[in-house]
């Protein structure tokens, strides 16, 4: 590998971001075509908003010249973060893989800066710091293939939006490999947008059908989330610089500092199905236990059959509702990555990563 360019797979998954990627893929592509040893791998994955035909068109000087390759999904219905990146850099053919986010810009001459960055030191993976880069760059990771491949790519079990990344910076450090920062902010630049259009695809916002919150004290609130599937997931949610405060009027002389704002308590939801009755609704817990909440004034649910008094608000407010299954997505991420962690699992994935049915263009 040091005696040659390194073979760069510029690795892009898209559902229904046509819009963006008109903005980025071209001007990427320009931007790194002296790179010779390059290719630029498309995932269409099952977009309705007509990106075959405008790849045909627009795109035809590089599909051409064979810069850019296309491949397309109908399988998916819902977008899954991780299988789809799997997906893609199984495709590529590069020595080195990077994902490059359908709304992110390279940059001129960022496949000569990756060139130069591993041909210097192969015991690495390049990465953005979070702490100094936009928050739409942070899916940005250039890794050696054969490490991807050992690792067997993201781990699957996230279904969500959050976390992947830093799961897979995890599992890298555990194979040995040392982060390195993309230090060049010109290399990460991105077309911004809101949380609910980063998330929209995907299977939360459209399978939780309802959200409710009980407040407990100033510190912790239980949330409840009802999937159209009648699965339920629900769990004491922890502000964590609230916890140890006896109240709300001693928080500000705290100097405390928290990776997480916020936490799921003992990180575990409590699931089973749910079912609406003449009344209600009732949970049935995976445990066989029951419990039964009743209709309320302005939407609220009042538990029945236990110790104490139980009144879930329902979360009306499109904003907040939006939070919330935001939040869902994210801290159920993060409890899988807590647990790969926890075991020092460098690979995952046991059965297949990255499988799925291809279409001709």
């Known amino acids: 590998m040091k005696n040659k360019n390194l073979k760069i797979s510029f690795c892009t998954v898209c559902m229904n971001r046509l819009h963006h990627l008109k903005e980025t893929l071209p001007k990427n592509i320009k931007d790194n075509l002296d790179y010779e040893n390059i290719e630029f791998v498309v995932l269409n994955y099952n977009s309705t908003d007509g990106m075959d ?35 893609a850099a199984k495709l590529g053919t590069g020595d080195i893989l990077c994902n490059v986010d359908a709304d992110n810009f390279t940059g001129s001459g960022f496949a000569d800066y990756i060139n130069t960055v591993f041909k210097n030191d192969q015991d690495i993976f390049l990465a953005v710091n979070k702490n100094m880069t936009q928050k739409d ?29 830093y799961d897979l910076w ?44 009980r407040f407990i004290n100033h510190a912790i609130s239980e949330l409840l989330y009802l999937f159209e599937k009648r699965n339920f997931f629900i769990g004491k949610i922890v502000i964590n610089r609230l916890i140890n405060s006896e109240s709300t009027d001693n928080i500000f002389v705290e100097n405390r500092v928290f990776e997480y704002s916020n936490s799921l308590f003992n990180d575990t939801w409590e699931i089973g199905k749910w079912d609406n009755t003449k009344n209600g609704i009732e949970l049935f817990i995976n445990d066989n236990s ?7 004034e302005h939407g609220k649910l009042g538990a029945l059959n236990t110790s104490e008094l139980k009144e879930f608000y329902p979360i009306f407010e499109k904003t907040i509702f939006n939070d919330m299954v935001m939040f869902f997505s994210q801290i159920s991420n993060r409890i899988i990555m807590k647990r790969n962690l926890k075991a020092k699992k460098v690979s995952v994935n046991k059965n297949s990563f990255g499988k799925v049915n291809l279409l001709a263009l």
């Open 170 to 213: 995890n599992r890298l450090e555990l194979l040995g490999r040392k982060f390195k920062y993309i230090e060049d902010n010109s290399y990460l630049k991105a077309l911004t947008h809101t949380d609910s259009e980063r998330i929209e695809n995907e299977y939360n916002p459209k399978g939780i059908k309802r959200i409710y919150v």
């Open 137 to 165: 760059c942070f899916g940005r990771i250039c890794i050696i293939k054969e490490d991807f491949l050992i690792l067997r790519g993201y781990d699957e079990q996230m279904n969500g939006y959050g976390f992947d990344d």
């Open 53 to 87: 035909a405008w790849i045909k068109t627009e795109m035809k000087e590089f599909l051409d010249i064979g810069v850019l390759k296309y491949y397309h999904t109908e399988e998916p219905k819902n977008f899954h973060m991780t299988h789809s990146k799997n997906v």
């Open 290 to 296: 029951k419990v039964e909440l009743i209709n309320k």
